[in-house]
C-alpha cells in the first residue's frame, strides 16, 4: 500500500508540474508592444552660406528717385588704395587699405592689406593668379551671357572692369553691397549719407572661402540690381545666384549646392517667396536657399533661360512676370507651383515631363508619417509645403484633414501601391475637410499643402517666415471595437470573447457575408497565422475564437484584428503578449496524458497480483 500511495503522489506532482510549465508560458505586454514613428532628421554641413549685405537701403533706395549714377569715372583706382567694407553685423562700415594684386581682362583684384601681411605677398600673389584664371575661363563669360552685362539699366560706374576685394570676412563667403553702385554726392543728396560708396562695380569676396563658386555668386547679384535697378524679389534673386553657379560649372557632380542635401529637402514647410534672412523661430535660412534653387532651376528646365531674362529685365515682381509667361500655355502661377512640388516629390519626367528635373537628382522627404491613431495640429506654410506620408503598409485607418476656414490650400496627393504610382490629384480647393478613405488600392499616399492665394501671390513676399494656415491632421481605425480582456486556457489556446465589432459609422460587421470577412491574424517576427473567427452568440454573446498556441515559440506576438471586403481592408490590434517558453506540439503531449492513465491502471494491476500471490504463500 505504501508503494501505491507513492506512485500516486508522484503522478499528482507529475501533472501540478506539467500545468504550471503551460501557465507560466504566457506573459501579457498590453503596454510594452508599440511601433515607435520618428522623424527624419537632417545633417548639418560645414558649408559657407552666402549672407548679402541687407539693410533699411532696400526701402531708401526704392523710395528716391532712384536715378542711376553718372557713367563717367568717379575716382581713379590705385595700387595701393582705401576701402569702404561693411561691420561684421553690417550695421555701418570701417576703412581698409588694399593692394591691386591682379588685373585681368574683366576685373581688378585687390586684397587687404591685413591679408598680405598675415599670410605672405608671394602666397596671395599665387592665390590669386589661380583664382583670376578660373574666373576668366568658367565664371565672367558664362554669366554675363546668361544674365546679361554688368552695366544693365544703371549703366556703369567705374571704367567697365569689376572690382573684387577680397578681405577678411567673419560672417560670410562674399556680398555684394548696392550702394557701391551710387555715387557719394547722389547718396548724400538724397538722405542716405549714412551709406557710403566705393563707387565701382564691385562685390567683397571673403579671403578664407574655400569655393570660387561665391565669385558666380556675388556677380550674379551684382547682374540683376544692375538690370532691375532695384533689389529684386530676395528668393528669385539667391535662386538666380545659385544657378549662376551651376551655368559656370562650379558646382559638383551632382549640380547641387548643398543647401538642398542638407536643410531643404527634410524641411521644406518653408515659405518659397518669404526670405527667412535671420533665420526666425528656428528655421535656417538656408532651407530658403535649397527651395529658391530648386524652383528658379526648374523655372530655367521648364521655359528655358529666355523666361529667367524676361524676369531680370522686367520691372514687374517675379511672380507677375512668371503669369505672364505661363498665360500662352494655359497656367498659372500656383498650376507652376504645385508642379514644382510634384518634381521634388518625385522626380519622374517618364510619368510627365513637368513631373521632374532633367539634370538634378533630387527629391524631399516627407516632413511625418502617419498612422493609424494620429492627431497633430500642422502650420501650412504660405507658398511652401508641408509634406506627410499616409503609411498603410502595417496599419489601415482613414485620414481627416481640417484646414483653417477661409484658408486656400494648394494640394497634391500622390496615390502609391508598393512604390508604384496608382494616381495623382493636384489643385487647390476652399473646403475645409480633405478625407481620405483606405482602400486596398494603395500602400500609402503622399500628401504635400500649401496655402496659397486664389490666383497668384499678391505680393512677391518680405523678409521673415510669412504666413501659415492651421491645419489638423485626424488619423483613425474606422472600427469600433469591445473586447472582454482576453484569456488563456490551461492547455495554452487563447480566447478572445465578447469582441463587438462595427464601423464608427455605427454599421455592423456580419461575418460570412458578402460584405464582410472576418479573421483574427497573430503576427510574430518571421510568420503570421490567420484564424476565421466563429460566430457563437450562445457561448460568447459575440464574435470569439479560441486559438490553439500548440507548436509556437517564445518571443513577441501581436493579435490582430482584420476585416475585409472588395472595396477595403482594415484592421486593428487588439491584443499583446509574450511567451518566455516554447510550447510543445499539443499532439506529443496529448499522446502522453492519453497512455498515463493506461500505464497507472497497468502498474496498479501487476501490484495487486504480487501482493495476492505474496498472501497466498
Not at 104 to 121: H, P
Not at 311 to 321: A, G, L, Q, R
Not at 335 to 363: E, I, K, S, V
Request: glycine share 6%.
Amino acid at each position: 500500500m505504501r508503494v501505491l500511495k507513492l506512485l500516486t503522489t508522484c503522478f499528482v506532482v507529475f501533472l501540478l508540474a506539467l500545468t504550471s510549465l503551460q501557465i507560466t508560458g504566457l506573459r501579457t505586454l498590453d503596454n510594452e508592444y508599440t511601433t515607435p514613428v520618428g522623424f527624419k532628421t537632417s545633417e548639418t554641413n560645414s558649408e559657407f552660406f552666402f549672407t548679402e549685405f541687407t539693410s533699411e537701403f532696400d526701402n531708401k533706395i526704392k523710395n528716391s528717385d532712384n536715378k542711376p549714377s553718372p557713367p563717367e569715372l568717379k575716382r581713379e583706382l590705385l595700387p595701393i588704395d582705401e576701402f569702404y567694407v561693411g561691420n561684421d553685423d553690417f550695421s555701418g562700415y570701417y576703412n581698409t587699405t588694399a593692394e591691386l594684386i591682379f588685373e585681368s581682362a574683366n576685373a581688378y583684384f585687390y586684397v587687404e592689406t591685413d591679408v598680405i601681411v598675415d599670410r605672405g605677398l608671394s602666397h596671395v600673389e599665387n592665390r590669386v593668379n589661380a583664382l583670376q584664371d578660373t574666373f576668366e575661363t568658367s565664371i565672367y563669360g558664362n554669366v554675363t551671357t546668361y544674365f546679361g552685362n554688368i552695366e544693365g539699366q544703371l549703366g556703369n560706374i567705374g571704367d567697365g572692369k569689376l572690382l573684387i576685394l577680397m578681405c577678411f570676412l567673419s560672417n560670410a563667403a562674399g556680398y555684394f553691397a548696392a550702394e557701391n553702385e551710387y555715387s557719394q554726392a547722389y547718396l548724400d543728396s538724397h538722405g542716405m549719407s549714412e551709406y557710403k560708396s566705393n563707387e565701382w562695380e564691385m562685390f567683397y569676396y571673403d579671403w578664407d572661402a574655400a569655393d570660387p563658386a561665391t565669385l558666380s555668386h556675388e556677380l550674379q547679384h551684382l547682374i540683376q540690381y544692375n538690370h532691375k535697378a532695384s533689389y529684386a524679389d530676395r528668393w528669385f534673386d539667391e535662386g538666380c545666384a545659385q544657378l549662376a553657379e551651376y551655368l559656370s560649372y562650379m558646382l559638383t557632380e551632382t549640380n547641387l549646392t548643398g543647401f538642398e542635401d542638407y536643410y531643404f529637402r527634410y524641411e521644406s514647410d518653408d515659405s518659397l517667396i518669404w526670405w527667412n534672412y535671420w533665420s526666425d523661430e528656428g528655421k535656417d535660412v538656408r532651407i530658403d536657399y535649397g527651395g529658391a534653387y530648386t524652383f528658379v532651376f526648374y523655372l530655367f528646365e521648364q521655359l528655358g533661360f529666355s523666361a529667367i531674362n524676361y524676369i531680370i529685365s522686367n520691372s514687374s515682381s517675379t511672380v507677375e512676370c512668371i503669369s505672364s509667361l505661363l498665360q500662352p500655355y494655359n497656367m498659372t502661377f500656383n498650376d507652376f507651383f504645385l508642379n514644382w512640388q510634384l518634381a521634388l516629390l518625385l522626380d519622374n519626367q517618364t510619368l510627365n515631363p513637368q513631373y521632374g528635373f532633367q539634370n538634378l537628382d533630387f527629391t524631399i522627404e516627407s516632413l511625418v508619417t502617419i498612422d493609424k491613431d494620429y492627431h497633430i495640429n500642422i502650420d501650412v506654410p504660405y507658398y511652401g509645403f508641408y509634406t506627410l506620408t499616409l503609411d498603410y503598409t502595417e496599419e489601415n485607418f482613414d485620414t481627416t484633414i481640417n484646414i483653417e476656414p477661409g484658408t486656400t490650400s494648394g494640394y497634391v496627393f500622390v496615390y502609391m501601391d508598393d512604390d508604384e504610382i496608382v494616381q495623382i490629384d493636384k489643385g487647390e480647393t476652399t473646403n475645409l475637410t480633405l478625407f481620405f478613405p483606405q482602400t486596398t488600392e494603395y500602400t500609402e499616399i503622399l500628401v504635400s499643402l500649401a496655402k496659397v492665394e486664389d490666383t497668384q501671390p499678391s505680393i512677391s513676399g518680405d523678409f521673415g517666415l510669412g504666413e501659415f494656415a492651421e491645419a489638423e491632421i485626424v488619423s483613425i481605425n474606422p472600427l469600433k471595437l469591445h473586447i472582454n480582456t482576453p484569456d488563456f486556457q490551461r492547455d495554452n489556446s487563447l480566447i478572445i470573447s465578447e469582441l463587438d465589432i462595427t464601423f464608427l459609422n455605427g454599421t455592423s460587421i456580419v461575418d460570412g457575408s458578402a460584405e464582410d470577412i472576418v479573421s483574427i491574424e497573430i503576427y510574430k517576427t518571421g510568420f503570421s497565422e490567420i484564424y476565421i473567427l466563429e460566430y457563437d452568440l450562445t457561448l460568447y454573446n459575440g464574435w470569439g475564437c479560441t486559438i490553439d498556441l500548440a507548436g509556437y515559440e517564445k518571443g513577441y506576438y501581436l493579435v490582430k484584428l482584420v476585416v475585409t471586403s472588395s472595396d477595403y481592408f482594415y484592421s486593428n490590434d487588439i491584443y499583446n503578449f509574450y511567451l518566455i517558453e516554447d510550447i510543445p506540439e499539443k499532439t506529443s503531449w496529448s499522446y502522453i496524458f492519453s497512455i498515463l492513465p493506461i500505464i497507472f491502471v497497468v502498474i496498479i494491476v501487476r501490484i495487486r497480483k504480487r501482493l495476492s500471490s505474496k498472501v497466498k504463500i
